[in-house]
C-alpha cells in the first residue's frame, strides 16, 4: 500500500503569500492518479488538482499542482482569505484509495 | 448540478448497527462508482469503500472490512453504507463522493478522482 506523507503539518502565512504544500508517496506513483483536495468545516470536500497537475472546473489559477514519482506538490499564488484550510493528497492503485494526513494553511 | 446528500447519521451504541444513505440527482447515476469517505475528529480522511457503477465490484477498507457493507440502489439513485459491529473509532463524518475521470490529452489513459463530494452524515459511536 502506498503512503502518503504531508508537510508541514500546518502552513502559517499571509494573506497574499505563497504557499508551497509538499506530499510525498512511499514509492513511485502515476500521475493519473494523484489527486488533491481542499477542506473546510462544514462543508463539502471540494476537488481542486487531479493527474497531479490538472485544475478542476473552476478552480481559481492561482491554484497549480505539480510532481512526478515520488514528490508532488500544490502550491498556492497567493493567497485569498478563503483559502485557509485543510488541504490532503489522495493515491488510487486500483483497488484501495489512500489520503495524506493533511496539511493545514492557517492565517498568521 | 451534481448533488450528493449523505442522511442516517446519529448516535449509535458500541456494538450497534446503522445505515447510512447517500441520494444522488443531477447525474446518470448508475453510470458511475461511488465512495464512502470518512473523517474523524481530529483526523484525517480515510477512505471506506468503493463500489462499482453496477454493483458487482466491491472494496474495503481494512478497518471496515468484515463490519460495513456498500450497496446501492440504482432505480433510486441512492448508495448505502451498512455498519454493524460499530466501534467508538468509527465516530466520524461520513461523506460519499462521485468517482470521476478525464482522459489524459494525445494519449489513451485517464486520470481518476473524486469528483463530486456531499457535505457529510455524522456518526457518534458511545455509550
Known amino acids: 500500500e502506498v503512503v502518503l506523507t504531508q508537510s508541514p503539518g500546518t502552513l502559517s502565512l499571509s494573506p497574499g503569500e505563497r504557499a508551497t504544500l509538499s506530499c510525498r508517496a512511499s514509492q513511485s506513483v502515476s500521475t493519473t492518479y494523484l489527486t488533491w483536495y481542499q477542506l473546510k468545516p462544514g462543508q463539502a470536500p471540494r476537488l481542486l488538482i487531479f493527474g497531479a497537475s490538472s485544475r478542476a472546473t473552476g478552480i481559481p489559477d492561482r491554484f497549480s499542482g505539480s510532481g512526478s514519482g515520488t514528490d508532488f506538490s500544490l502550491t498556492i499564488s497567493g493567497l485569498e482569505p478563503e483559502d485557509f484550510a485543510m488541504y490532503y493528497c489522495q493515491h488510487y492503485n486500483g483497488a484501495s484509495w489512500t489520503f495524506g494526513q493533511g496539511t493545514k494553511v492557517e492565517i498568521k | 448540478q451534481v448533488q450528493l446528500v449523505e442522511s442516517g447519521g446519529t448516535v449509535v451504541q458500541p456494538g450497534g448497527s446503522l445505515r447510512l444513505s447517500c441520494a444522488a440527482s443531477?447525474?446518470?447515476?448508475?453510470?458511475?462508482?461511488m465512495h464512502w469517505v470518512r473523517q474523524s475528529p481530529g483526523k484525517g480522511l480515510e477512505w471506506v469503500t468503493f463500489?462499482?457503477?453496477?454493483?458487482?465490484?466491491?472494496y474495503y477498507a481494512d478497518s471496515v472490512k468484515g463490519r460495513f457493507t456498500v450497496s446501492r440502489d440504482n432505480s433510486k439513485n441512492t448508495m448505502y453504507l451498512q455498519m454493524n459491529n460499530l466501534r467508538s473509532e468509527d465516530t466520524a463524518v461520513y461523506y460519499c463522493?462521485?468517482?470521476?475521470?478525464?482522459?489524459?490529452?494525445?494519449?489513451?489513459?485517464?486520470?481518476?478522482?473524486?469528483?463530486?463530494w456531499g457535505k457529510g452524515t455524522t456518526v457518534i459511536v458511545s455509550s
Open positions: 443531477g447525474l446518470t447515476f448508475s453510470l458511475f462508482g
Open positions: 463522493a462521485k468517482w470521476d475521470r478525464t482522459a489524459v490529452a494525445h494519449t489513451s489513459s485517464y486520470d481518476y478522482y473524486l469528483g463530486v
Open positions: 463500489i462499482e457503477n453496477d454493483g458487482n465490484t466491491k
